[in-house]
């Protein structure tokens, strides 16, 4: 069950680095698109906030298929799609229980689980930031007009 746990670690860590590169990424990007969000124009924000969201979304689903390829690995899985489809039930907590890790594996589904949590919070909080600053100069734009 050790080397599980340490397995575990070493996807959560990785996970983690992934969506520190890919949030640092956003947060660049979103900034040098400073001059479309203060816009008056409310598509203008929409677009720049629906791309720092993409970039979220392909960050989680990268994250997802790390967890997958590690279950196939591990030899859990003989095909991509089935441990991609456990890997995103464990990583958004939704948890069917339609399929399961072998009694062997089965603490890296609840790693993944913490791992998922985790990684969604982070990039729920980038986007709420997000969020308000666009909300924030798409309404000191029009005040300014």
């Given at each position: 069950?050790?080397?599980?746990?340490?397995?575990?670690?070493?996807?959560m860590?990785?996970c983690l680095?992934?969506?520190?590169?890919?949030?640092?990424?956003t947060?660049?990007?979103?900034?040098?698109?400073?001059?479309?969000?203060?816009?008056?124009?409310?598509?203008?924000s929409?677009?720049?906030v629906?791309?720092?969201?993409?970039?979220?979304?392909l960050?989680?689903?990268a994250?997802?298929?790390?967890?997958?390829?590690?279950?196939?690995?591990?030899?859990?899985?003989?095909?991509?799609?089935d441990?991609?489809?456990?890997?995103?039930?464990?990583?958004?907590?939704?948890?069917?229980?339609?399929?399961?890790?072998?009694?062997?594996?089965?603490?890296?589904?609840?790693?993944?689980?913490?791992?998922?949590?985790?990684?969604?919070?982070?990039?729920?909080?980038?986007?709420?930031?997000?969020?308000?600053?666009?909300i924030?100069?798409?309404?000191?734009a029009?005040?300014?007009?």
């Open positions: 069950m050790l080397i599980n746990i340490l397995i575990g670690m070493v996807m860590t990785t680095l992934l969506q520190s590169v890919l949030l640092l990424l947060l660049r990007i979103y900034r040098s698109r400073a001059s479309i969000i203060d816009s008056p124009s409310i598509f203008s929409i677009r720049v629906n791309g720092v969201m993409w970039i979220l979304v960050g989680t689903s994250q997802i298929a790390a967890w997958a390829q590690l279950y196939i690995w591990i030899g859990e899985f003989d095909y991509f799609a441990a991609f489809y456990f890997s995103a039930v464990s990583f958004s907590t939704l948890g069917y229980g339609d399929i399961v890790l072998s009694v062997s594996y089965r603490i890296l589904g609840a790693l993944e689980a913490v791992n998922g949590v985790l990684m969604i919070g982070v990039s729920t909080a980038v986007l709420m930031s997000v969020f308000q600053d666009a924030r100069r798409a309404l000191s029009r005040h300014h007009e």
